[in-house]
């Protein structure tokens, strides 16, 4: 099994901050952006609006989901508490309150939550491969 860098587990965060930031269908500069990538897709224009808050809360709960796996390996699960307020935010931003100040906010703490769970744990020290099982005396020292 590879080991993965801490920067491949923050991808995990990229689909849902990119549906929480995805226009309602309010911006006229937006429409042909989106008509074009559809139709490039093979899908043509097609009214996604009804699919926006399903897709979002769905990738949201998927990032939360990374927040909490093997979370005690990590960092614990205050990542993740603090994914929760932050998912909220979105959602409300995105969705109740039209804000984007709130909607800007909490993807901001969402990928904060992501950077703290993904940031690797300091060993307190020398790497344990480079210290010695106990401590050595002079006489144990061999010379080349």
């Given at each position: 099994m590879t080991q993965r860098t801490p920067y491949m587990k923050l991808l995990s965060a990229l689909p849902a901050i990119g549906i929480a930031v995805l226009p309602k269908l309010t911006c006229a500069a937006c429409w042909p952006?989106?008509?074009g990538l559809?139709?490039?897709?093979?899908?043509?224009?097609?009214?996604?609006t009804?699919?926006?808050l399903p897709l979002t809360v769905f990738f949201l709960a998927l990032s939360l989901a990374s927040l909490a796996y093997r979370a005690r390996s990590r960092r614990g699960y205050r990542p993740f508490f603090l994914g929760l307020p932050a998912a909220a935010m979105v959602?409300?931003?995105k969705?109740?309150?039209a804000s984007d100040i709130a909607l800007y906010s909490g993807a901001a703490l969402l990928v904060g939550a992501s950077f703290w769970h993904s940031w690797p744990k300091s060993s307190g020290g020398s790497c344990?491969?480079?210290v010695p099982n106990g401590p050595l005396?002079?006489?144990e020292h061999k010379r080349p």
């Open positions: 952006i989106y008509s559809l139709g490039s897709l093979g899908l043509g224009f097609v009214n996604y009804p699919y926006l959602i409300v931003g969705f109740v309150f344990p491969v480079c005396s002079i006489s």
